[in-house]
């Protein structure tokens, strides 16, 4: 099973400001996905990144996924207090899904 | 896209009874559907993987008697957990696999979140 290593754990900032989180493994990504999940609630897919290189936005969101398919990041620009929650991580064969430990960001207004 | 529901959202129950958690999938057809378990503050852990029609998969260190899954057509997976004590209080998720041939994503439920007294 692929370790997938997100960081940072925690994250909390004001509403304005930018930010990165990343997601990391020692081996080759397959494909990955970007979840975002609120509490108590199941995570929602945001992208799915496959070739090295790729960058993918999504209004202020932007991902990056490594040349290697080793890593990925996610950049919110101007972040909102909507954009509080757990980002996910996740990659897999025949869907079946290995999540990373998540960022959890909170916006604050 | 697709919709998944969960059902109950949330249920309480007393140490030593069982618990029945459903997943639909509401508006297609799926062969295959995952169940996760989430910790609070941590990531989903895949337990185990419902084929329609076969008996369920489950991934290392989950007890298949503990955690009995059923699914019985191609719209419904349930998950079962038997004689629930404390430590199986978690949130609860689905997944559900569009049918090969459409666009091949999975989407998840909304979870229950089980509380065992």
Redesign the interface.
Known sequence: TQLLEQSPQFLSIQEGENLTVYCNSSSVFSSLQW?RQEP??????LVTVVTGGEVKKLKRLTFQFGDARKDSSLHITAAQPGDTGLY?CASGSN????????T?LTVNP | GAVVSQHPSRVICKSGTSVKIECRSLDFQATTMFWYRQFPKQSLMLMATSNEGSKATYEQGVEKDKFLINHASLTLSTLTVTSAHPEDSSFYICSARVLAGETGELFFGEGSRLTVL
């Open positions: 979840y108590g609630e199941g995570p929602v897919l996910l869907y079946k899904l290995t999540f990373g430990k998540g959890l």
